[in-house]
Nanobody
Framework: QVQLVESGGGLVQPGGSLRLSCAAS????????MGWYRQTPGKERELVAT???????YYAESVKGRFTISRDNAKNTVYLQMNNLKPEDTAVYYC?????????????????WGQGTQVTVSS
């Protein structure tokens, strides 16, 4: 079992920045990839970014060039640096962990999820 706890959400003006953190505990040795997803009411959860244990990253087109995913293996923590935020980035952001090898990206590939943190971009 892997437990994930997100932090760092909040209210920010358009063009601003936030950094989300996700601390993992439990069976962390089993984790390959970690990812950030987001969801708004009435919509499906969508991929934001993923990073593998080897450091390979993947970004959704909508955030490429603005968001950066990184991980600190010593701290068992993954981060999402979000710059130049837009109102359409408003969502609940979820951290997720996968023990699948390769480059998991689909929601079912990730078996462990955090509780979510709200990000609101508004003036």
């Amino acid at each position: 079992q892997v437990q994930l706890v997100e932090s760092g959400g909040g209210l920010v003006q358009p063009g601003g920045s936030l950094r989300l953190s996700c601390a993992a505990s439990g069976s962390i040795f089993s984790i390959n990839a970690m990812g950030w997803y987001r969801q708004t009411p009435g919509k499906e959860r969508e991929l934001v970014a993923t990073i593998t244990s080897g450091g390979t990253t993947y970004y959704a087109e909508s955030v490429k060039g603005r968001f950066t995913i990184s991980r600190d293996n010593a701290k068992n923590t993954v981060y999402l640096q979000m710059n130049n935020l837009k109102p359409e980035d408003t969502a609940v952001y979820y951290c997720a962990a996968s023990n699948l090898l390769g480059f998991p990206r689909a929601v079912p590939d990730f078996r462990s999820w955090g509780q979510g943190t709200q990000v609101t971009v508004s003036s």
